[in-house]
């Protein structure tokens, strides 16, 4: 791998990491998990097999990504968010539970599209889309998939508002909003939150 | 100890660890807790003297398990629960709080019973027990005791279903269910759900 | 150092350890923090540059403190609380968001004051000042500063009584309380308790 940083106190045990990407002490990457160039992974985290992550990725410390998730570029998950792939998981070595786990068929997956951003200690329920650019603040509980550009909070994480690519919050007058960092321009449609592109501001 | 797995990140301090348990990478047993056989302990873990863990167990990453909590056969520990033992905890080097923390009598136990599930980031308030073949759902903060086979979501943590053995949500048509996938039937009296056992099921 | 006791799986890079204080396993203290004496830090954890602990804290395992976060004296910091310092974080990776990051003018403080406990699992929003002898309750999600003597739970994190400066919890009748174990009297004035001094107990 070129030009990869990886601590002394780390396990990697995947070729699969892009160049110019730092994975930071007591981490364990397993074989079979893939990450990007250019990310930052920190500190005690752990990446199964069956992981993929995109490039320009910042992943805090204390991160669990379990067999199903898929991080698209620029993503970031804040310190110890809580991935999960199970929606009512039993101790495999029970024996009343030990049939449903003969098979991968109780893996649910995790999508987190391209730009969004997991606040510090939130859990996010498996089996969901995590929209582009949204922000899930800290200690939000997901439990439904995430349009793009949303602003969620609270337990059960619901939407308060919407965000600019940038992470700025937009003000909505009316179904139309300009991000007062980076003019970047919005309309609202049937509660979906889209950029303007640049051929539409100028006509 | 015969036929166990100790990964060599991690540092097991006790003889009671039992036949075919697995304990991966960054994880500290200390002398004087106790583990079961056929146990799978995750990443990241610290088990504190004074902890008992039962047979078949399943402990995912970065758990902490304080001295006082005990956790019964077939039970599922999703990523990153947090088990507490002191209700009203201050820095026990705080001159005003030292008096509190010369003796033991502050530690209050945990007691997880027989197959119950724990979903990740779930929060368990000291001094409770967790009913058998519950489920708390992830990110739960779990303030009573739980009654066996409850499902349980929140901040505080309601009862808003049941469940089964095998962990399948259960649809109670009046008292009375049985388990679409093992056909487990049960009845429920006074709040209190129970499996009905093979005799009275036959009469 | 003098009399400093640091686990050798932990990684120690700075000189500003006080006297009599424990770091355990897995734990990594960068240069540029700075931890008094007579503290107790669990395994772990990560303290970054920029962070500032004083005497007399006991930080439990899992917690993460990031550059800005200031505890004083006699603080207590449960299993896994999660620190921030970012109110709208993006991967600084991400070319929409790189413009904010050249700068460090994101980062927000946090000051925990004297005497302070957060529970287990408690999330702490960034810019925030948690005020002295209040108590956290496990779970909590603190999206305002907190004031002295304030006992908070839920999400998003709300007062719901009072604390002694050893923790017990307080009851008062009308705007005054006396500790039923160590005897210390507070008045309540305009929302903001505090304790009587030895000299207004007299008069």
């Known amino acids: 791998m070129k030009n990869v940083y990886i601590h002394p106190t780390s396990i990697v045990e995947t070729d699969n990491v892009g160049e110019n990407t730092h994975i930071w002490g007591f981490t364990h990457v397993m074989r079979g998990a893939c990450i990007g160039a250019n990310c930052n992974v920190g500190e005690h985290c752990f990446f199964e097999a069956g992981v993929t992550v995109g490039a320009n990725v910042t992943i805090k410390n204390g991160n669990e ?22 929606l009512y998981p039993r101790s495999p070595r029970l024996a009343q539970a030990a049939k449903r786990y003969r098979t991968r068929d109780w893996r649910l997956p ?6 969004a951003s997991l606040g510090a200690g939130a859990i996010i329920l498996p089996g969901l889309i995590i929209g582009e650019f949204c922000m899930i603040a800290a200690g939000a509980v997901v439990t439904r998939s995430v349009p793009g550009y949303a602003l969620l909070v609270g337990s059960p994480a619901r ?20 991000c007062p ?3 970047l321009q919005f309309v609202k449609e049937a509660d979906i939150l889209r950029p303007l592109m640049q051929e539409q501001v100028a006509s």
Request: proline share 2%; net charge negative.
């Open 65 to 86: 990504l379990w067999d199903g998730v898929t991080l698209e570029d620029g993503v970031f998950v804040g310190p110890r968010v809580s991935f999960t792939n199970d």
């Open 181 to 183: 960092d980076c003019s």
């Open 159 to 178: 939407v308060v508002g919407w965000v600019c690519q940038c992470g700025k919050r937009l003000d909505l007058a009316g179904s139309v909003a300009t």
């Open 110 to 115: 995790t999508l987190v599209r391209y730009g």
